[in-house]
Nanobody, 123 residues
Framework: QLQASGGGLAQAGGSLRLSCAAS????????MGWFRQAPGKEREFVGA????????YYADSVKGRFTISRNNAKNTVYLQMNSLKPEDTAVYYC??????????????????WGQGTLVTVSS
């Protein structure tokens, strides 16, 4: 129901855009989150956007570099990643939490997960 794509290899300072296509049910009352997990580390919150009203939240580590957006007509959420750093290397996951609610920064609050897409940033 969530399909993430767009990962790949980028150089430090470069950009990538991830997409998360939602299907199979309505996510209109959801908050859509992006998380990432680097090798040997726990999954961490990257950012989130509420589907209905577009409120956005970001982790401090990506604030000012990453931007989340959504296209309601395409049922797709995007993560634009600029000024990439080697420490951004991870598998990135999109997820949906229904309903919106609180604690949107916690992975275990999310109900649906995409399969993950690998982002590798070389120095």
């Amino acid at each position: 129901q969530l399909q993430a794509s767009g990962g790949g290899l980028a150089q430090a300072g470069g950009s990538l855009r991830l997409s998360c296509a939602a299907s199979g049910r309505t996510f209109s009352n959801a908050i859509m989150g992006w998380f990432r997990q680097a090798p040997g580390k726990e999954r961490e919150f990257v950012g989130a956007i509420s589907w209905s009203i577009g409120n956005k939240y970001y982790a401090d580590s990506v604030k000012g570099r990453f931007t989340i957006s959504r296209n309601n007509a395409k049922n797709t959420v995007y993560l634009q990643m600029n000024s990439l750093k080697p420490e951004d290397t991870a598998v990135y996951y999109c997820a949906a939490k229904i309903p919106y609610g609180s604690r949107w920064y916690l992975a275990n609050e999310y109900d649906y997960w995409g399969q993950g897409t690998l982002v590798t940033v070389s120095s």
